[in-house]
């Protein structure tokens, strides 16, 4: 879990090096080459942002809450 913010700070520059690198000037297909590899490191941030939220999750569904516990005291 420690390694996905610089996984994800790593998948920002790229992002943004290969946004740096689009210009009007470039024949079209190379452009559509960038554009679809920004989409897809957007879409493994997305992904890394989905991971995050279930782990967060299960860790605070395993959490376990000491006034709804299974005995009865009477």
Do not use: C, D, G
Request: glycine fraction near 0%.
């Amino acid at each position: 879990m420690s390694k996905l913010p610089a996984l994800e700070q790593r998948i920002k520059q790229r992002i943004q090096h290969v946004k740096n690198n689009i210009h009007p000037a470039h024949n079209p297909i190379y452009t559509e080459t960038l554009n679809i590899e920004i989409e897809t490191l957007n879409w493994a941030l997305n992904e890394i942002t989905a991971l995050r939220n279930s782990l967060a999750l299960k860790s605070v569904s395993t959490v376990r809450n000491p006034f709804n516990s299974e005995e009865n005291y009477i």
